[in-house]
C-alpha cells in the first residue's frame, strides 16, 4: 500500500519554464513534507519542507504548497534550469514519528534547452 | 567536509552469504538510518537509531540486523542474503532534533547489492 504517491513517473520541461511536480498522500497522520532531490550516483539531497500548519513554503525558485483537504502537495520550480534535471522525491512523517519517513516513487524532471 | 560514507558502494554476492555494509558520519548526529531505493517502490526504510545501542525497525526490516555501538556508525547486516534482497541502500544521518525536527536527514551515496 503505497501511502505517498507520485503518479508521473518523468517529466520534462523547457529551460526557464516551470516545473510543477505533484504528490498525493492517503495516510491523515502525516504532517510534516519534505522534498528530496536525488542524482544519479548520489544520495538524495533535502530541498525543501512543509509543515501542515501552513499551506506555502518558498525557498528562492523553489515552492511547496499543500493542499491538506486533498491531501496534495506540489513542488515549482521557477524558472527551471538544465542543473535541475534530477529525480525528485517527496516524503512525509506522520505525527509524533518525526523519524519515520514515508517516500513516494519519484519523479524524473528532465529540463531540456 | 561534513559527510555519510558507505563502504562498498558496489557489492555482487551469493545467496546466503553474509555481508556487512558500513555506514560512517562525522557530524556528531544521534539519528542515523537505512533506507533501500527500488524501481516503483522508492525509498523503503529498513531500520532507524535515535542514539547509541538504541535502534527500531522501520517499513521493511525482514532479513536485516543493525548494531548501533557507537555514535558514528551504523552497520546493516544482511545474515543470509536472498536475491530479493538486490537493492540500492542508502544510509542517512541527522541531528535527533525535536519532534518535527527541521535538521534535514544526509545521505550517503548508496551501496548497489546484487545477491545472485
Known amino acids: 500500500d503505497q501511502q505517498v504517491k507520485q503518479n508521473s513517473p518523468s517529466l520534462s520541461v523547457q529551460e526557464g519554464r516551470i516545473s510543477i511536480l505533484n504528490c498525493d498522500y492517503t495516510n491523515s497522520m502525516f504532517d510534516y513534507f519534505l522534498w528530496y532531490k536525488k542524482y544519479p550516483a548520489e544520495g538524495p539531497t533535502f530541498l525543501i519542507s512543509?509543515?501542515?500548519?501552513?499551506d506555502k513554503n518558498e525557498d528562492g525558485r523553489f515552492t511547496v504548497f499543500l493542499n491538506k483537504s486533498a491531501k496534495h502537495l506540489s513542488l515549482h520550480i521557477v524558472p527551471s534550469q538544465p542543473g535541475d534535471s534530477a529525480v525528485y522525491f517527496c516524503?512525509?512523517?506522520?505525527?509524533?514519528?518525526?523519524?519515520?519517513?514515508?517516500f513516494g516513487t519519484g519523479t524524473r524532471l528532465q529540463v531540456t534547452l | 567536509e561534513a559527510q555519510v560514507t558507505q563502504n562498498p558502494r558496489y557489492l555482487i554476492t551469493v545467496t546466503g552469504k553474509k555481508l556487512t555494509v558500513t555506514c560512517s558520519q562525522n557530524?556528531?548526529?544521534?539519528?542515523m538510518s537505512w533506507y533501500r531505493q527500488d524501481p516503483g517502490l522508492g525509498l523503503r526504510q529498513i531500520y532507524y537509531?535515535?542514539?547509541?545501542?538504541?535502534?527500531d525497525k522501520g517499513d521493511v526490516p525482514e532479513g536485516y540486523k543493525v548494531s548501533r555501538k557507537e555514535k558514528r556508525n551504523f552497520p546493516l547486516i544482511l545474515e543470509s542474503p536472498s536475491p530479493n534482497q538486490t537493492s540500492l541502500y542508502f544510509c542517512?544521518?541527522?541531528?535527533?532534533?525535536?519532534?518535527?525536527?527541521?535538521?534535514?536527514?544526509?545521505f550517503g551515496p548508496g551501496t548497489r547489492l546484487t545477491v545472485l
Open positions: 537509531s535515535m542514539n547509541v545501542e538504541v535502534t
Open positions: 512543509i509543515s501542515s500548519i501552513k
Open positions: 557530524m556528531n548526529h544521534e539519528y
Open positions: 542517512a544521518s541527522r541531528t535527533s532534533g525535536g519532534l518535527h525536527s527541521t535538521d534535514t536527514q544526509y
Open positions: 516524503a512525509a512523517s506522520p505525527t509524533g514519528t518525526a523519524s519515520k519517513l514515508t
